[in-house]
């Protein structure tokens, strides 16, 4: 039989000789033989298939002690089971890669809005379509406390969404909930915070439509502004006789990395749904 020196066999099946010592060293594929007194590996040119599973297997993403047991067990029914997890695990990290090229271009499309949006303060009629939230209750009022208890509030959210497995890579999208009632008596309570997502992010509770409307929206650059460029909208929506048909949304459009004071910088839109 003629035998190949490792760096022969490792040319032969394009890997590098490394890995053929890797491979005899956690018994995955040994030699044919090895010199008594030079120590050297031989390979039989057999083994090359051997050899084309492991690399197929490797390819697929399995992990060598996972090879090295189908391979020793020689059960057909084994070899199907790693493979069928495989797949299970490939398709759970093609959604988490979906939800991250989704979270991307979010993020992007929220930009390209901060960069082309009106000048702060102006009211603008916009037609938006339905949207899909997620939605959390922190049963504390937002509009009664500062800055500060609002990020309390959005670390109790991304604990929720930790504890309750929900992918984090939606986080970077949320804003928060006036009810119809509330907002027509320019009472300003909620306690509800969310997050847009899409299709992909499933839940047993919480998720809402935002149906699709005409909007009246105002668009301002800070936290403490929100209440009183919401009374302009009110006061704007109410002079021009429109009617509101649903909840008041403020939409952080985008979270500036520029860190003022060590706080939060938020450019938001606020948003109430009218008829004319």
Request: glycine fraction near 4%; charged fraction near 30%; include cysteine.
């Amino acid at each position: 039989m003629d035998l190949l020196s490792i760096g022969k066999m490792a040319r032969l099946n394009n890997v590098s000789e490394q890995t053929l010592r890797l491979y005899d060293r956690i018994g995955l594929l040994k030699p044919y033989s090895i010199d008594d007194s030079t120590r050297y590996r031989y390979y039989s040119i057999n083994q090359s298939a051997k050899l084309d599973i492991i690399q197929y297997m490797k390819g697929l993403g399995i992990p060598l002690k996972d090879i090295k047991r189908q391979l020793e067990s020689c059960d057909i029914s084994i070899v199907e089971k790693v493979l069928e997890n495989q797949k299970n695990f490939i398709d759970k990290k093609i959604l988490e890669l979906n939800q991250m090229r989704n979270a991307v271009n979010r993020s992007l499309e929220s930009y390209r809005r901060y960069s082309s949006s009106p000048k702060e303060g102006t009211v603008i009629l916009e037609y938006i379509p339905q949207r899909r939230i997620y939605c959390y209750d922190s049963k504390i009022n937002i509009y009664d406390h500062g800055l500060e208890n609002y990020e309390y509030i959005l670390r109790e959210l991304r604990s929720h969404i930790i504890l309750n497995r929900l992918p984090t890579i939606y986080f970077c999208n949320v804003g928060s909930i006036l009810r119809k009632d509330l907002l027509e008596s320019e009472k300003f309570f909620s306690t509800e915070i969310f997050l847009f997502i899409d299709e992909d992010f499933n839940a047993d509770k919480g998720i809402e439509i935002i149906p699709s409307a005409a909007y009246a929206c105002i668009y301002c650059d800070g936290f403490y502004k929100e209440k009183d460029y919401a009374r302009k909208l009110i006061k704007h929506v109410k002079d021009n006789g429109y009617k509101i048909i649903g909840d008041y949304i403020c939409e952080v459009v985008a979270e500036l990395p520029v860190f003022p004071e060590n706080e939060r910088n938020m450019f938001i839109k606020l948003q109430i749904p009218i008829e004319f």
